[in-house]
Structures are given as structure tokens and as C-alpha cells.
């Protein structure tokens, strides 16, 4: 199965097939790399995120990476729809400041450590986060105010999921185009 999606900006959604085959890998330090002009320091942040995951007994495994292709302006997955739908809700989840995701993607294949707690994810990111990059622990925004790639990621879920895709946020370069053949 393939899916084309056809935008300018269609490569800013490559790296959410990356980050989920980090992730499911159980690295969790992607979600640094992903939002690192976000952090005052994205290898502190790395690190502390790999601690959070040992913690919670997440275990490293061989990554594998998913297909896809970069053209000019089209982004081309050769996985099942399902799997992109769950690349990009992380994606917008991680740019969005809800990195607790990370648990729903990964959940633990070791046993956490006793008195391990989903929002230390979150305290992860608060502690390393610049200033003005999220508001809250929480952190959810609206996504008329996110930055492009969410926009877009949520844009192309949208579609993919069957739903109406209602205007109230502004894609750059107009709607994208997604072909699932």
C-alpha cells in the first residue's frame, strides 16, 4: 500500500515516520531531536528523557525503519494507512508539548520502577523547555497558533481518517493532497 501526499511542505512530515520507529524501538530521546528549538538544551533533554524511559521500563530494540520516499513536493509512505495516521498524531502529540504520547506508542516491555508516573515525561520537558515554547505542563495549543509541520500533520490525518477538514488554522501553501492507493 502506498500513500502520496502532495505539498510544498510534504517533507516536513518525514520525520514523524522516523520519531515512531524511534519510539517503538523505545527511544524515546526522539522527541528532543523533534522539538529541539523548543529546548534550551536538546542533549540534556536527551538524556534525561533516556532516564524517564529506563524508568518506566521501557527497553531499547532493533529499530525499523518504515518506508517512505522525498520527492520535490510529494511525500510517498509504502506503509498501511494506519501506520501513518499513527506517525502523525505522534507528531502533532510531541510538537504540541504532549509528550506523554510517548507511553500510548511504547507502552512498557520491562517492569517500571516503582512509583513511575506518565507526567515525569511531561516535568522532562518542562524543565528543559525555553521559556516562551509552551505554557503549561499539559501544553495542548490551539493548532491555529502551532507550528507548520502540526499544522500540516493534522491536516494529512485528517484526511486520511475520512474526516472533514475544516479551515479554522491556516496550512501554508494551501490544503495538501493525499493519495492512498
Same mark, same amino acid.
Given at each position: 500500500?502506498?500513500?502520496?501526499?502532495?505539498?510544498?511542505?510534504?517533507?516536513?512530515?518525514?520525520?514523524?515516520?522516523?520519531?515512531?520507529?524511534?519510539?517503538?524501538?523505545?527511544?524515546?530521546?526522539?522527541?528532543?531531536?523533534?522539538?529541539? @528549538?523548543?529546548?534550551?538544551?536538546?542533549?540534556?533533554?536527551?538524556?534525561?528523557?533516556?532516564?524517564?524511559?529506563?524508568?518506566?521500563?521501557?527497553?531499547?530494540?532493533?529499530?525499523?525503519?518504515?518506508?517512505?520516499?522525498?520527492?520535490?513536493?510529494?511525500?510517498?509512505?509504502?506503509?498501511?494507512?494506519?501506520?501513518?495516521?499513527?506517525?502523525?498524531?505522534?507528531?502533532?502529540?510531541?510538537?504540541?508539548?504532549?509528550?506523554?504520547?510517548?507511553?500510548?506508542?511504547?507502552?512498557?516491555?520491562?517492569?517500571?520502577?516503582?512509583?513511575?508516573?506518565?507526567?515525569? @515525561?511531561?516535568?522532562?520537558?518542562?524543565?528543559?523547555?525555553?521559556?516562551?515554547?509552551?505554557?503549561?505542563?499539559?501544553?495542548?495549543?490551539?493548532?491555529?497558533?502551532?507550528?507548520?509541520?502540526?499544522?500540516?500533520?493534522?491536516?494529512?490525518?485528517?484526511?486520511?481518517?475520512?474526516?472533514?477538514?475544516?479551515?479554522?488554522?491556516?496550512?501554508?501553501?494551501?490544503?495538501?493532497? @493525499?493519495?492512498?492507493?
Amino acid at each position: 500500500m502506498a500513500i502520496a501526499i502532495v505539498h510544498p511542505g510534504a517533507r516536513l512530515l518525514a520525520p514523524a515516520l522516523d520519531a515512531l520507529a524511534d519510539v517503538v524501538a523505545g527511544d524515546w530521546t526522539c522527541a528532543a531531536r523533534l522539538c529541539a @528549538v523548543r529546548l534550551r538544551d536538546p542533549d540534556a533533554c536527551a538524556l534525561d528523557l533516556a532516564v524517564a524511559a529506563a524508568r518506566a521500563g521501557v527497553t531499547c530494540g532493533c529499530r525499523q525503519p518504515y518506508r517512505y520516499r522525498l520527492h520535490h513536493r510529494m511525500l510517498v509512505v509504502d506503509e498501511h494507512p494506519s501506520l501513518l495516521s499513527t506517525a502523525l498524531d505522534l507528531q502533532v502529540r510531541l510538537v504540541m508539548g504532549q509528550w506523554d504520547a510517548l507511553e500510548l506508542v511504547t507502552p512498557p516491555s520491562g517492569r517500571p520502577v516503582q512509583g513511575w508516573r506518565a507526567p515525569e @515525561v511531561l516535568e522532562v520537558r518542562v524543565r528543559h523547555q525555553r521559556p516562551d515554547a509552551w505554557t503549561s505542563l499539559y501544553a495542548s495549543r490551539n493548532l491555529s497558533v502551532a507550528p507548520t509541520a502540526a499544522r500540516l500533520a493534522h491536516h494529512v490525518l485528517t484526511k486520511l481518517d475520512g474526516g472533514v477538514v475544516r479551515h479554522r488554522y491556516d496550512v501554508p501553501a494551501g490544503p495538501a493532497s @493525499v493519495h492512498v492507493a
